[in-house]
């Protein structure tokens, strides 16, 4: 075999540039996967390029074919707190938690309205609005439960 220059096709050239659009597309994928808060920020992201190949028998002409593989971080589990109750219309509601919403006063009548409490019945509200619903009392009751 002659040692002439072997001109060799360039990744930006062959099949039509496809290999560098492909890179790019992988890349996009990875970075966004990076900033995906419900991804695990330190596991490895990869990329992974095959490029394959196959000559005939008599290695005038080869095929190629080119692939890439993606290593990506998985969701991590996500979990919120959940309020369940009933409305005033008896449908069966829920609401998530949110801890950016301030404190809000709980009145002792309120908690009463909303809890179908009858009348002659009291609860206590602790000083965070906090009701026990276990310690619910009959007004003039001497702290036994009703």
Do not use: W
């Not at 970075?31 to 330190?42: A, C, L, Q």
């Not at 190629?64 to 998985?74: G, I, M, N, V, W």
């Not at 991590?76 to 829920?94: F, K, N, Q, W």
């Amino acid at each position: 075999m002659s040692e002439s220059r072997i001109q060799i096709v360039s990744l930006n050239e062959i099949n039509g540039g496809s290999v560098i659009e492909r890179f790019a597309e992988d890349m996009d994928l990875v970075i966004r996967n990076i900033r995906d808060v419900n991804t695990d920020p330190t596991k490895v992201r990869r990329i992974t390029h095959v490029f394959s190949f196959k000559p005939n028998h008599s290695r005038s002409q080869c095929s190629f074919e080119f692939d890439s593989k993606l290593t990506l971080a998985r969701p991590v589990p996500s979990s919120t707190l959940l309020y369940v109750g009933i409305d005033r219309s008896g449908a069966v509601v829920a609401t998530e938690y949110n801890h950016n919403q301030p404190n809000l006063p709980m009145y002792e009548q309120d908690v009463q309205r909303a809890s179908g409490l009858r009348e002659g019945e009291t609860m206590t509200v602790d000083a965070q609005g906090v009701v026990d619903m276990g310690k619910l009392r009959k007004i003039g009751s001497t702290g036994g439960q009703s």
